[in-house]
């Protein structure tokens, strides 16, 4: 009969084999595939109607003017007296937008920009714009086609950007992408949507509009311009929508390239807890230095990310607070193209934000919000997209076939490694760390950009 020393041995041991089990099987369930949401895809986002929607499917040239006597209001409000604080002794951007540098920027808007306006609308113009309804809403769009298709293959790409950018950030990306290179056998045709609620695209009517619905209106438009298949391009609230395209739609999509890529499934966020206790594991030793784990994320989310919870429960607040001020609205917005564009500029006076960008370029897109009174819609998409309703439809949780790129810049807010994308990104081509760059490439470093872009497009069309 044995001692009751090895019963009790043989009793821990059967107990702690059950508990690897039981985890192993809740490892693997956690992995497990999800199933696809069944979502409307005509669903109705516009204003309430008194009878039956019929969507006007015309596509229309659209005109960006603004309306001069919008602009000499602006001017008006500039030449109001600046009553700010002055920072604190020795400090940058680390509480915030230097009042320093914001005299700068106001001065600079006021006696620079706004008497130029002219100029930058023309430069604003220098693509096609057009609108057509979308379920509802008026959904703008810059329609770039190639401009050197001799001898290349022409390929529609979506591409999205995010918050607080707009299509300003592609610029200077789109002509990369138009007029084609030697590096590429490929050249492109550019639809740059504005996001639904985002300058010149008008806002849903009703709750509900996440992530996963801007999707859908974003594939219909590819639809509606006669594209059924076509690559994806985005960085921010563009790569996690074109992420969920990618996932809801892979009859329509030839390729997915992310300059922010995340994987935001309960197996996902498994594998960045372990890839923090067990980094050897996880993350390849040559790129160690672009991870910092769970913790570094931790932090980053304390320092970095009070907009967001600001944004995600309260959205109507701070957009009443930024309507109609563009002071306001302009330190709202800069700071985040400084800090994200490089933490480490917080340290400086001027937050180094003349080092990648002008004035001018950043003005520009600080005009696009103001001038469409779009702040509020466009801080909705975080509410929506992170309450209960988007995170139970679990698209996070289906993995995306298409063929998928991530390329990472130096000074992104947070980096994601190939191990933990493995299941929301099972074919994943192409992924690659660069020393420079941050949260906007194609407004900081197009070029670089438009390498890894062709580079994966490369390999990506011939594998499907």
């Not at 099972?426 to 992924?431: T, W």
Request: glycine share 8%; hydrophobic share 40%; proline share 6%.
């Amino acid at each position: 009969m044995p001692s009751a020393a090895s019963t009790t041995v043989r009793i821990l041991i059967g107990g702690l084999t059950l508990l690897v089990a039981v985890g192993y099987k809740n490892y693997r369930d956690l992995g497990a595939p999800g199933k696809l949401p069944n979502l409307d895809n005509n669903e109705y986002w516009g204003p309430q109607l008194k009878g039956a929607y019929q969507e006007n499917k015309a596509i229309k040239p659209y005109d960006i003017s603004v309306a001069p006597e919008l602009i000499a209001d602006l001017k008006t409000q500039l030449e109001r007296p600046l009553k700010v604080h002055d920072p604190l002794e020795g400090i940058g951007f680390e509480y915030g937008f230097n009042s320093n540098e914001l005299k700068k920027v106001v001065k600079y808007w006021r006696d620079d920009y706004l008497p130029n306006w002219n100029k930058r609308e023309e430069f604003l113009k220098k693509f096609q714009h057009f609108q057509t309804e979308i379920q509802g809403l008026k959904i703008h769009f810059i329609h770039a086609k190639p401009t050197n298709a001799k001898a290349k293959k022409v390929v529609p790409l979506l591409l999205m950007h995010g918050w607080p950018g707009t299509v300003r950030e592609f610029y200077d990306f789109i002509p990369l992408l138009t007029k084609g290179s030697d590096k590429s056998e490929y050249v492109f045709e550019v639809i740059a949507p504005s996001l639904p609620g985002y300058g010149w695209s008008q806002g849903a009517s009703r709750p509900g509009m996440g992530v996963a619905q801007v999707a859908v209106i974003m594939r219909n438009l590819m639809l509606r311009l006669g594209f059924d298949k076509f690559l994806i391009q985005g960085g921010d609230w563009g790569s996690t929508i074109g992420s969920n395209l990618a996932t809801l739609f892979p009859e329509n999509t030839l390729g997915f390239h992310s300059n922010m890529c995340n994987n935001n499934s309960p197996m996902g966020h498994l594998r960045m807890l372990l890839s923090s206790i067990i980094p050897s594991f996880y993350i390849d030793s040559q790129y160690a230095q672009y991870y910092g784990g769970i913790g570094k994320i931790f932090i980053t989310l304390l320092e970095e990310f009070g907009y967001a919870h600001i944004q995600a429960t309260k959205p109507d607040t701070i957009g009443a607070a930024l309507t109609h001020n563009p002071v306001g609205l302009a330190a709202y917005i800069l700071e985040k193209f400084s800090t994200w564009t490089n933490p480490a500029y917080k340290n400086l006076k001027d937050g180094g934000l003349t080092k990648h960008f002008t004035y001018d370029q950043l003005l520009d897109n600080i005009m696009i919000y103001y001038v469409t009174n779009s702040i509020t819609t466009s801080v909705r998409l975080y509410s929506e997209s992170m309450g209960k309703a988007q995170q139970d439809l679990n698209v996070e949780s289906v993995p995306v076939k298409a063929p998928v790129a991530c390329a990472r810049f130096a000074h992104e807010i947070f980096h994601v490694p190939d191990s933990v994308l493995a299941n929301k990104f099972p074919n994943l081509i192409q992924s690659t760390h660069y020393p420079d760059g941050g949260h906007f490439p194609a407004f900081q470093v197009p070029e670089q950009l438009y390498a890894d872009f062709v580079s994966f497009v490369q390999k990506a069309l011939k594998s499907n």
